[in-house]
């Protein structure tokens, strides 16, 4: 099993003077405070001419969106230019241009068009700056150019046109440096988020844990991360009877992968830690799931992949503060070995835990890897998991649960969320909900019904991060899209990768400062 290739590069051009000889130019266009098609600049006369025409048949009036793609060659070389809605200017999101870049990519890819030009929009207002636009417009066009075709073979391959060379055109030179910088942090968000999706995608035959275990190494040799990893001989050692528990049913064992990012100056920082779920798949174990779509399942490990691709970026990327990742790999498989309900496992923390469901092995895991942490004396741990089926419930898919005991944290998380487009809505820890978690046999269960699923989930894990600056995102309800999205096509959404990477990328150097 070899990973798929990364994205290509998106290029960044910066001459006046338009692309010469393009198969398609698209051009972003905001509308008026009147409602209509503002003018964008860089058109050729026929090009305004035909915007004009459709604006005036109603046909075309700039809300988000909103796509009218025009043939014929311009005196400049372009065969096709393709303009899209982004609404009224003033206002403008960066989530309303990452949208609009990936309907762009989409239509294009469609027309069997992988190589093409985007104008930059000019006159950005105060809500949306060049960086961040820049920024937008590559996610949107690298995430919409994303497809898992490692498996498909010959003709069947290209089912539509895959990304090919896009170049964003700006001739608006003042910016050049902030363009170039949102350039790049898209490439490097477009590029995680390629990796979580490929990971996600790779069936569990393909990607078991210790698969997972080989490409964790990989990455961290290939992008300088420290890295280790722990097999069954020392986790058993480290009494993570979490972990051996729910890899019991599984051919292979469990792992603890900790790779660490610490360029020279940041070693004696007390570090970021991120905990990922990885189960290579998930079928419940003796409490077995439905068949209904437990092919999903193979995306059990989005945590696990999102924290992996986010490190990737930081390694890349030179991020000069600490951070150190734990990946829980595991399998949870019935067999003769498999733990049954009513088994009680002792935990890495020492604390005792009734298996009344072998289906909630997330927490189990991360409670052993939560654990492990500690030794690290975190900045903030923060665990990343596709626990709960009760998020779906709750949220539908358009915000993750966020809990926290770290407030500082919890903001600059928030604030990822809202930057990366994928939100963050706060969650109670309270003691109601980790008192339905007493057991009659011992310290703890690991179920405790269907109301305030995710909750009380949440609550079990605060137990074993105690002390420390925590937050846990449950990212179950988005790692897998049934309907096509702008930017999220069906499959895996690469989940918390965005998000992870904006929070990393955005963390100020010197906060903490020293051990
Ligand atoms: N990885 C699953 C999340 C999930 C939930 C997948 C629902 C598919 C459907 C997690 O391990 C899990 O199985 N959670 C269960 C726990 C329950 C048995 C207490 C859930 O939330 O339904
Ligand atoms: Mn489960
Ligand atoms: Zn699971």
Known sequence: MKLPPPPPHVELDLTPIPPAASPALVVLVSRTSAGEAARPDGLSERTLAQLHAATADGEFDARPGQLLLLHGTTSDG????????????????????????????????????????????????????????????????????????????????????????????????????????????????????????????LPGNALTPQRFAEVALDIAQTSGLRAEVLATEELARLGMGGLLGVAAGSRDGPRLAILEHAPPGTERQRPIVLVGKTVTFDSGGISLKAALDMEQMKADMTGGAAVLAAMRAAARTGLPRRVVALLAIVENMPDASAMRPGDILRMASGATVEVLNTDAEGRLILADALHYARRFEPAC???????????????????????????????????????????????????????????????????????????????????????MPWLHLDIYNTCWNTEAHPYLPKGATGAGTRLLTQFLLDLPADDPAGP
Request: aromatic fraction near 8%.
């Open 78 to 201: 372009i065969r096709r230019t393709l303009l899209v809605g982004i609404g009224t200017g003033s206002t403008l999101a960066p989530e309303t241009l990452r949208r609009a870049a990936a309907q762009a990519t989409r239509r294009l890819r469609q027309a069997g068009i992988g190589d093409w030009h985007l104008r930059l929009p000019a006159n950005l207002p105060a809500s949306c700056p060049p960086d961040i636009a820049a920024q937008a417009i590559t996610e949107g066009i690298l995430l919409a150019g994303y497809a898992f075709t490692a498996y498909r073979s010959g003709a069947d391959q290209a089912r539509a046109a895959p990304l090919g060379a896009v170049t964003l055109w700006a001739s608006d030179a003042a910016q050049a440096a902030a363009w170039r910088r949102g350039v790049v942090r898209g490439q490097t968000v477009g590029d995680a988020a390629w990796l979580a999706r490929d990971l996600c995608h």
């Open 381 to 467: 741990v923060i665990d990343i998991a596709t626990l709960t089926g009760a998020s779906a419930v709750v949220f539908g898919s358009a915000f993750n649960a966020l809990f926290s005991s770290a407030p500082a944290y919890a903001a600059r998380m928030e604030q990822a969320g809202a930057l990366s487009g994928e939100r963050l809505w706060p969650m109670p820890l309270a003691q109601a909900y980790a008192e339905r978690l007493h057991s009659e046999v011992a310290d703890l269960r690991n179920v405790a019904g269907p109301q305030g699923a995710m909750l009380v989930a949440a609550a079990f894990l605060q137990q074993f991060a105690a002390g």
